[in-house]
């Protein structure tokens, strides 16, 4: 899936549950920050045409940062920085979790590749996550989810008074929020 998505559905876990500034940040970075390892990308582009070419992202996207490990390593990561500590750490796994499952359903290639997640790595190359049925990252399907995690930060908007702009501006979430309200009612 698109990370745009990832980082909406992490929000809407976070933005449901009662959870402080801080820790839903912590919670909606921990659904996005498995894509960390697709900045391989970038030296893959940059090398392709020449004689030592990096694979980066061909090899590590999706292994990574994509297992149980990394996801036990995010959730242990919220631990400092929050007050409800066991409470952001379980929504920072399951936060995690969707990213894989939305993965798992809806990241394949647009070639038709599918691209199973290695969940077990590094302990085992078994224990592939994969379904038959997996649409490309670009199909239909993902555009629909990410249209109803938007509905979701709209409803989240209206109801609680906050949006996912709050990680960058509070200037720009008051504003939001004000304009849903506004336009939807309080």
């Not at 959730?75 to 920085?81: D, V």
Request: proline residues 4%.
């Amino acid at each position: 899936m698109n990370p745009i998505t990832h980082f909406l559905a992490g929000w809407s876990i976070a933005g449901a549950a009662g959870l402080g500034k801080r820790e839903r940040a912590a919670v909606t970075l921990a659904g996005v920050l498995p894509d960390i390892d697709g900045v391989g990308i970038v030296a893959e582009k940059l090398t392709s045409g020449s004689g030592h070419a990096l694979t980066w992202w061909s090899d590590y996207h999706h292994v990574l940062a994509h297992n149980l490990l990394f996801g036990l390593l995010v959730s242990a990561a919220c631990l400092p920085f929050t007050a409800r500590k066991r409470t952001v750490a379980a929504l920072a796994f399951l936060s995690f979790h969707a990213h894989i499952l939305g993965d798992v359903v809806g990241g394949g290639g647009p070639d038709g590749d599918h691209w199973p997640i290695p969940y077990l790595w590094p302990f085992t190359k078994k224990g592939l996550l994969a379904w038959q049925g997996q649409w490309a990252i670009n199909g239909w399907q993902n555009f629909v989810i990410t249209g109803l995690l938007l509905l979701a930060v709209f409803a989240i908007a209206r109801s609680r008074g906050r949006s996912p702009l709050e990680m960058f501006s509070g200037k720009a979430d008051a504003a939001f929020v004000e304009a849903v309200r506004n336009r939807f009612g309080a």
